[in-house]
């Protein structure tokens, strides 16, 4: 019989080199699946790591980065926040969603009015949007005792049907030949959300993400409620004692996880994405949770586990197009990464040990 000791202390170094080993094990069992499917595993590791950054397309996926990063470390931001203070946040996607629908909601009440103030009012109604379904799970849980685990999670499948719903019938275009889907705001100059520089990928999603690391490192490291968040999620008996009110700290992480999430709705919607369909979701929200901790729930680290991340859907679209792989081998990666690099932390806590007989 086998069982999981504790280790009593768990080296630093450790901390910092299991996402590497997790994504250095992700391309080995990667490469493995890809020869056992009839693929050349080495062309298909190179076609998803390599071909992006300096492949024969490498000046059109390079800037591709940024725009797949950008919501992703937008959300992983605000969801590390609550992981931080052990408050699990599962439904960013539901929040993706409804910061888009709100965000484009504004922007086809105006239509076809022009005006500088019509972007920034999407913006806030996005971040209005996603705090409002983030709050849901987080005042059911400081009034009921719900888990926000389940709350949040049920709250995507009922994000999805909204959106379905306002794409066949609120939202459709007028002039849309009775096809579903909102007018396109990408088409619309004052809704949109263009590149602010040409060839760079840079657009304002990226740089609500940058500000958003920004205000979570000061939050985190030099703030009065990030002390509370860490000192909550490693001794919440601890905290209670020293004044942190639990409810208000599920309330401030929710919204903050929430209005995070929204706001990479909108910019999605107003951007790539353009009009709100039936299918808008993206899988981003998920996605930002492998994100947030393969950065360690550290703004930095989440910057480099975005990147990566970014790196994965872009690589994987052309192995896709050249190498014909099915678009669940992505998904694949991902989910191995997460899985690897729990396992990895797992070890990292603890040892296993064969139990000897009494």
């Known amino acids: 019989m086998w ?65 797949k990063a950008g919501p992703l470390i937008l959300i992983a931001c605000g969801l590390a926040v609550g992981f931080r203070a052990g408050i699990w946040n599962i439904g960013a996607e539901g929040q993706y969603i409804m910061g888009g629908i709100t965000g484009a909601a504004v922007a086809l009440a105006a239509y076809p009015a022009e005006g500088w103030w ?6 806030v109604a996005g971040a209005f949007g996603g705090w409002v379904w983030g709050m849901i799970p987080a005042m059911l849980r400081n009034w009921f005792g719900a888990s926000e685990i389940l709350v949040s999670l049920m709250l995507v499948y009922v994000a999805e049907k909204v ?17 579903p ?3 396109n705001l990408a088409q619309y100059p004052s809704a949109s959300n263009p590149e602010l520089i040409s060839g760079t990928g840079i657009h304002w999603g990226v740089v609500a993400a940058a500000l958003a690391v920004i205000g979570v490192w000061i ?5 009065i409620r990030g002390l509370q968040i860490r000192a909550a999620g490693q001794a919440p008996r601890a905290a209670r004692f020293a004044g942190v009110r639990p409810s208000a700290l599920v309330a ?7 209005a995070l999430a929204g706001m990479a709705g909108l910019f999605e919607v107003a951007g790539p994405a353009g009009q709100i369909t039936d299918s808008f979701g993206s899988g981003y929200g998920f996605t930002a949770i492998i994100v947030a901790f ?6 930095v680290g989440i910057v480099l586990g975005g990147l990566l991340m970014a790196l994965t859907y872009i690589g994987g679209d052309i192995a896709q197009m050249i190498l014909q792989l099915p678009f669940a081998t992505v998904q694949v990666f991902q989910g191995m990464m997460l899985f690897y ?9 603890y040892r296993i040990r064969r139990r000897v007989a009494a």
Do not use: K
């Open 3 to 67: 069982q999981l000791e504790p280790r009593s202390d768990s080296p630093l170094i450790w901390q910092f080199a299991t996402p590497v080993l997790a994504v250095v094990a992700t391309m080995l069992t990667g490469a493995l699946l890809f020869g056992l499917m009839g693929y050349d595993p080495v062309a298909a590791i190179r076609t998803i790591f390599w071909d992006p950054l300096f492949g024969a397309s490498a000046s059109y996926s390079r800037p591709q980065l940024l725009v």
């Open 118 to 123: 019509i972007l920034p009012a999407m913006i």
């Open 163 to 179: 959106a379905a719903w306002m794409a066949f019938g609120p939202m459709r275009n007028p002039e849309g030949f009775g096809m």
């Open 181 to 183: 889907g909102s007018r």
């Open 219 to 223: 939050l985190m490291s030099r703030h």
């Open 252 to 258: 401030f992480c929710l919204g903050l996880s929430g």
């Open 294 to 299: 393969l950065g360690r729930l550290h703004p």
């Open 341 to 349: 690099l729990l396992g990895f932390d797992l070890l990292t806590r």
